[in-house]
C-alpha cells in the first residue's frame, strides 16, 4: 500500500456517512473502511486509494435505514439505531460475496443510542440525551459502567487498547478518553464541522505486519513524535491513520431552466471522509491539528468618498500576521507601496511613509503574507491553574482598564460582572461563566455600528464586536486581563486549492490570560448556537484553522497625518481588500 499522504475519500452514491469502522479481514491483504449510510440504509465497505464503494447489505438495508454508530471486531458488527444496538456477523467466503447475518438486538438504552465502539469483549454506546458513554463488558446487555460525554453533542465513538476517541459534531472536536478512567487526555478540533464518525486505519497491512491493526495493535494514538515523557503513552511513533466522517449540508447555485429565474440557492447533501492530523503537546497543554498554506493578502485602495484635503507626513500602520503556537508566518512581501517593519507591543506591524497624499490620489498600499495556519486546542483543567499568581501591575495597568469604550463604570455594566461570576474565583471558572453569562444575555446580529457593551446588553442583541465589548468589560471587571485579537476568517472552503477566497465580512474575538500560563484564545459569539445553552466549549480555548491572528490588543489599522481633520475616518480614504489563497494541506507534526 501507498505510504503517500492519505488523501479525502469520496466515496459515491451515498447521502450522509455515519459512524466509521474498519475490516482488516478483506483478502487480499487490504484493509477497508466500513460506513453507514443513515438516509439509504446502506452498509458500505470503501477502498480509500480508488473509492470504490461497495454496498455490503443489498437485500437488508431497510434493518439499517437511521443507524448511526458503526464498530467492527474480528468478523462481528455492531450499529445502532434508534435507541437499540444490534450486532450481526460478516464472513467474506473465498471468492463469494461478503454475507451479513440478520441483525440481532443487543440491548436498548432509554434514550437515542448514537454511536458504539468496542475493544476484546467490552463494548462503548455513547447517549447524547443522557449525557454519557455507557459501558457493556463481556456481551452483557446490562451496562456496568458510565463516562460522562466529553462534549454536549451527538457523538460517535471508536476504541483503541489504551484510549476512547469521541468525535462530536457539535463541539467540531475530537476528544481522547483514558479507556480505563473516561479522564480526558486532550481534545483536538476538526478541520470541517459536524464530524459523524472516527476509526483508524492502519497503513501497513496484516501481511506485513499482523500488530498494526486496530484489533492488536498497543498504541494507535496519530501523532508521530513527543515533546515529554508524558507524551509517550500517547504519541508514540506508529502508521495508523485517524480517519474522521464528515455530513452536512451545502449551499449551491441550482439552474433550473423552466424557471424564470434560473439560478436558485438552494441545499444538498455532503459527506466525505478525511484524515485527521494531531500533534498534542502535553507539557504546555496544547493540540495542534489540521492546517493549511495559505497565502493572506491584504491592500488598502485609495478611493476616497468626497474630496479629502491633502495629508502631509503620512505614516500609515497595518498589522501583520501575527507568529503564534498555531500560525507561523513563512514570508511577507509589499502590495503596491514598500513599507518598513516594526515591533509595537510584541506585534508585527508594516509601516507606509508618505510626504503627501493629494485628493483623489490612486494607488495600492498593503500587503502579502503566507501562513501556515492550524487549528488549536488548550487542554486545561480549573485545577490546572488553583495556584496561578496575581497578575503583575504592568498587566494590571495594561489590560485591566477601560480603553476602549467598554462602559466599565456603567452600573448596568458593574452589576453584569457581579451577577456573571457571583462567588466563582477560579480563573478558568470565571472564564467561563463570563462567556455564557454574554450568551444567555445577547443574541447574535448585525448592527450598523458598534455600540458600547451598556448600550448592546441593554438592547439584546449585538454584532462579533459588540459581544467582544461586552466580554472586554466583564473580564477586566472581574480582574482578568483580556486583549482583542482577529480581523478575518479565511472562508472554510479548504478543498479549493489555488484560487482567490474572499470573507464576506470581518471578524474580532479575545484572549484572556492565565499567569503562569499565557494567553488563551476565547471566540466571541460563534459558540453561542443554542437558546440559553448548554453551550459548545470548541473554541473557548480554541481557534479553528481558518482564524488569522493580526495585530493582538493593537488598532489593526492606524494613520497619522500633520493635518489630519478631526473627524477623518479610513473608511473615507480607501477600501479594502483581502483574500485567501489556499495551497496546500499540512500536519502539524512536521511544521517547518
Known amino acids: 500500500m501507498s505510504q503517500t499522504r ?24 487490504s484493509p477497508r473502511l466500513l460506513a453507514i449510510d443513515a438516509i439509504r440504509g446502506y452498509l458500505v465497505e470503501i477502498d480509500v486509494e480508488t473509492n470504490n464503494t461497495v454496498v455490503l447489505n443489498p437485500y437488508s438495508v431497510a434493518d439499517w435505514i437511521g443507524a448511526t454508530g458503526l464498530a467492527v471486531w474480528q468478523n462481528t458488527v455492531w450499529f445502532t439505531r434508534g435507541s437499540s444496538v444490534f450486532t450481526c456477523t460478516l464472513t467474506r467466503p473465498e471468492a463469494e460475496t461478503p454475507h451479513l447475518s440478520t441483525p440481532r438486538l443487543l440491548t436498548e438504552l432509554p434514550y437515542q443510542a448514537d454511536g458504539v465502539a468496542v475493544w476484546e469483549s467490552t463494548l462503548y454506546v455513547t447517549c447524547q440525551k443522557a449525557g454519557y458513554i455507557y459501558v457493556y463488558a463481556n456481551g452483557s446487555s446490562d451496562w456496568s459502567q458510565k463516562i460522562r460525554q466529553p462534549g454536549i453533542g451527538i457523538e460517535n465513538i471508536t476504541a483503541t487498547e489504551s484510549a476512547l476517541w469521541v468525535c462530536d459534531r457539535t463541539e467540531q472536536s475530537v476528544f481522547c478518553l483514558d479507556r480505563a478512567t473516561g479522564d480526558l487526555n486532550f481534545a483536538a478540533l476538526t478541520p470541517f464541522s ?7 486505519y492502519p497503513q501497513t497491512s496484516p501481511e506485513t505486519s499482523s500488530e498494526t491493526s486496530p484489533e492488536t495493535s498497543s498504541e494507535t494514538s496519530p501523532e508521530t513524535s513527543s515533546e515529554t515523557s508524558e507524551d509517550a503513552s500517547i504519541n508514540a511513533v506508529n502508521t495508523d491513520i485517524c480517519y474522521v466522517a464528515y455530513a452536512d449540508e451545502e449551499v449551491y447555485i441550482r439552474d433550473d431552466p423552466n424557471s424564470a429565474d434560473p439560478y436558485q440557492v438552494t441545499f444538498r447533501d455532503r459527506t466525505f471522509i478525511h484524515p485527521l492530523y494531531i500533534h498534542h503537546n502535553a507539557a504546555e497543554h496544547y493540540t495542534l491539528s489540521n492546517g493549511y498554506l495559505t497565502e493572506i493578502e491584504y491592500v488598502e485602495e485609495l478611493l476616497p468618498l468626497e474630496d479629502v484635503p491633502s495629508l502631509s507626513n503620512v505614516e500609515w500602520r497595518i ?9 507561523k508566518v513563512r514570508s511577507v512581501t509589499p502590495v503596491g507601496h514598500a513599507f518598513t517593519e516594526e515591533i509595537q507591543d510584541g506585534q508585527r506591524v508594516a509601516v507606509y511613509r508618505f510626504d503627501e497624499l493629494t485628493p483623489f490620489e490612486a494607488g495600492l498600499i498593503g500587503w502579502k503574507a503566507t501562513v501556515e495556519m492550524y487549528s488549536i486546542k488548550h487542554t486545561l483543567t480549573p485545577r490546572d491553574v488553583e495556584s496561578a499568581p496575581s497578575l503583575s501591575a504592568d498587566f494590571q495597568q495594561r489590560y485591566l482598564v477601560d480603553d476602549d469604550e467598554l462602559s466599565m463604570d456603567h452600573p448596568l455594566i458593574q452589576k453584569a460582572a457581579k451577577e456573571a461570576v457571583g462567588t466563582e474565583t477560579n480563573i478558568l471558572r470565571k472564564a467561563l461563566k463570563i462567556r455564557n453569562y454574554v450568551y444567555d444575555k ?5 448592527q450598523p455600528k458598534i455600540d458600547t457593551p451598556d448600550i448592546a446588553l441593554a438592547r439584546g442583541v449585538g454584532s462579533c464586536g459588540e459581544y467582544v465589548g461586552l466580554l472586554l468589560a466583564l473580564f477586566r471587571l472581574n480582574g482578568i486581563a483580556c486583549r482583542t485579537i482577529g480581523r478575518y476568517k479565511c472562508p472554510q472552503k479548504s478543498e479549493l486549492r489555488n484560487l482567490p477566497l474572499e470573507p464576506d465580512y470581518n471578524h474580532v474575538w479575545l484572549e484572556f490570560y492565565v499567569p503562569d500560563i499565557g494567553w488563551l484564545p476565547m471566540e466571541s459569539n460563534v459558540d453561542d448556537v443554542l437558546e440559553q445553552g448548554p453551550y459548545p466549549t470548541r473554541f473557548f480555548m480554541g481557534l479553528a484553522w ?5 495585530g493582538k490588543g493593537i488598532p489593526f489599522a492606524k494613520l497619522k497625518a500633520d493635518n489630519r481633520p478631526e473627524k477623518f475616518s479610513l473608511s473615507d480614504l480607501a477600501i479594502n481588500h483581502i483574500r485567501f489563497t489556499i495551497r496546500a494541506e499540512l500536519d502539524p507534526s512536521q511544521q517547518s
Request: charged share 15%; proline share 10%; net charge positive.
Open 442 to 446: 445577547l443574541a447574535y446580529g448585525i
Open 6 to 29: 492519505p488523501a479525502t475519500v469520496r466515496p459515491i452514491g451515498v447521502y450522509i456517512l455515519s459512524g466509521l469502522a474498519v475490516d482488516a479481514t478483506v483478502k487480499p491483504k
Open 546 to 550: 481558518y482564524h488569522t491572528e493580526l
Open 194 to 200: 459536524s464530524p459523524t464518525g472516527i476509526t483508524f
Open 319 to 327: 498589522a501583520l500576521p501575527a507568529d503564534t503556537l498555531r500560525q
